[in-house]
């Protein structure tokens, strides 16, 4: 059983800044790709920001430059450094793990969501 708990969202006001995490938990030989989503209501979940086991990233146009993805592989956990927020910003975030168990079984894994309100 492979648990992602997420933690780090609240209420900001524009301009603030945020810090998500999410740890990865259970049995499983490693994780390749960690990432980011979002969504709100009535829309589809949107990528945010990816980053591989080695350490490159990705990161969707509309958070470039403000959002920053780290991860810690000896934790198993994925950050999310979240800077000059905009209202626009207001939705769930969810993490994303693609969970390795052995050389030709893996799975995506989602963590439960957790909600990150920008005031203006």
């Known amino acids: 059983q492979v648990q992602l708990v997420e933690s780090g969202g609240g209420l900001v006001r524009a301009g603030g800044s945020l810090t998500l995490s999410c740890a990865a938990s259970?049995?499983?030989?490693?994780?390749?790709?960690m990432g980011w989503y979002r969504q709100t209501p009535g829309n589809q979940r949107e990528f945010i920001a990816v980053?591989?086991?080695?350490?490159?990233?990705n990161y969707a146009d509309s958070v470039k430059g403000r959002f920053t993805i780290s991860r810690d592989n000896a934790k198993n956990t994925v950050f999310l450094q979240m800077n000059s927020l905009k209202p626009e910003d207001t939705a769930v975030y969810y993490c994303?793990?693609?969970?390795?168990?052995?050389?030709?079984?893996?799975?995506?894994?989602w963590g439960q969501g957790t909600q990150v309100t920008v005031s203006s």
């Open positions: 980053i591989t086991r080695d350490g490159s990233t």
């Open positions: 259970g049995s499983f030989f490693s994780i390749n790709n």
């Open positions: 994303n793990a693609g969970v390795v168990f052995t050389q030709t079984r893996s799975s995506a894994y």
